[in-house]
């Protein structure tokens, strides 16, 4: 029997035809582990499956749907949008695009005056790469173990986790892993043959962890010292979620290149990159995009900013978000090991794997993440209410404590 969405109601219609998962199973690659249910609508922290039930997102699709599902304003900007000019390349000037400079700007780290636009985190951290190259001619790159950037070819490279890398080896030279929060090890790393080190504020797909203030701010003093360009990736991070509009503001750094996508534009796919003074001039050929900067990418992004600047989201996730954590480290559990993040960038380490309490807890109407095997990672909505957190806490109590999952 196929399933169907009219007026916003899941209905079933058309018995003998395939269903939306047996279509996807048949014609997709395969490459996701399926979750079991079929999304057909959402709004605000809420998503719905394609039989009419209601789920509390704490996945906000991989953390991109920074203002929830669908939130009015950007609906309405991407809308009118639509109607004026969808589409427009970055040989030519573009009202969306200039205003959204120039309002990116105003929440930028310090130092950072230059962005180009593209269309994810990884062709985001493509280009950083490149231009780290191009600026100190250097090829050697300092990433961290644990860190994730992303599957395209540099990206992936910059990608520590072997099972991710190893298929489609060989790869980028040059690239050297650390373990994160190693002082000594950076050190050592930051040669003079050494162009770029980038690293997360927060480790993502590695476990939710986070870097230390002594281990960033040193990888910035090295950078500087040494003459290679600190890359710091706030794909994930950025946009209010830990609770400043960038992670990095909570450490004190000033990077010379900032990554981002995810929550920029409340899921449009977007991406961008921001250089600082220290980044040579780009001439016109040395990198481009055909879709990235568009009209309707742009409208979806500035929307976002202001709903994120006018409602003061990244102050209420910090103070939100603390309570959060306080909450789940007081889960009475003995599966818990370790409770860790900052704002609404939460990871629950459990003592073994993680999946069967995230399917349980799918079960009762909330839908989290993994990040690694032990794992339970939360990036919901920037938007969830007090309510919306102790049903969380609740679901997740029954669960961590249930003697039976």
């Not at 209905?11 to 939306?20: A, I, K, L, R, Y």
Request: proline share 5%; hydrophobic share 45%.
């Amino acid at each position: 029997m196929r399933d169907a969405v009219l007026n916003g109601t899941a209905t079933q219609v058309d018995p003998g035809e395939e269903t939306f998962a047996a279509l996807e199973s048949r014609h997709g690659l395969g490459l996701y582990v399926p979750r079991g249910i079929t999304l057909t609508r959402g709004q605000g922290a809420y998503v719905w499956d394609a039989d009419g039930r209601r789920y509390l997102d704490c996945t906000a699709a991989y953390g991109v749907a920074s203002l929830g599902h669908c939130h009015p304003a950007v609906v309405a900007a991407i809308s009118h949008q639509a109607a004026t000019l969808i589409a427009c390349s970055g040989s030519f000037g573009n009202d969306q695009r200039a205003q959204l400079y120039a309002e990116l700007s105003t929440v930028l780290p310090a130092g950072l005056t230059r962005v180009f636009f593209c269309n994810s985190g990884a062709e985001a951290n493509e280009a950083a790469l490149k231009f780290a190259r191009l600026t100190t001619g250097r090829t050697g790159v300092v990433a961290a173990m644990r860190g994730f950037h992303g599957r395209t070819a540099g990206a992936l490279t910059a990608t520590w986790e072997p099972k991710y890398r190893e298929p489609f080896e060989p790869l980028l030279p040059g690239f050297n892993y650390i373990p994160y929060n190693d002082l000594a090890a950076l050190e050592a790393a930051v040669t003079d043959d050494v162009g770029a080190v980038i690293l997360e504020v927060i480790q993502g797909e590695g476990g939710v962890q986070p870097g230390t203030a002594d281990f960033l701010q040193r990888a910035q003093r090295l950078c500087s010292d040494r003459g290679a360009l600190l890359i710091v990736d706030e794909v994930q991070s950025g946009f209010g979620r830990t609770g400043t509009f960038f992670a990095c503001e909570s450490v004190g750094l000033q990077p010379d290149i900032l990554t981002m996508a995810k929550g920029i534009a409340s899921g449009f796919p977007m991406g961008a990159v921001a250089l600082g003074e220290r980044v040579v001039k780009l001439s016109p050929g040395q990198h481009g995009t055909t879709f990235g900067g568009a009209p309707l990418a742009c409208a979806a992004a500035r929307a976002t900013l202001r709903i994120l600047r006018a409602e003061q989201l990244p102050a209420q996730v910090a103070a939100r978000g603390a309570w959060f954590l306080e909450q789940l480290r007081a889960i009475p559990s003995e599966r818990i090991r370790d409770v860790r993040g900052r704002g609404f960038m939460i990871g629950v380490e459990l003592t073994e794997p993680a999946a069967p309490y995230i399917a349980a807890a799918q079960a009762r109407g909330l839908l989290v993440l993994n990040a690694g095997t032990q794992v339970i990672r939360l990036l919901p909505p920037l938007i969830l209410t007090e309510a919306d957190l102790a049903f969380a806490i609740g679901v997740l109590t029954e669960v961590l404590c249930s003697p039976s999952i």
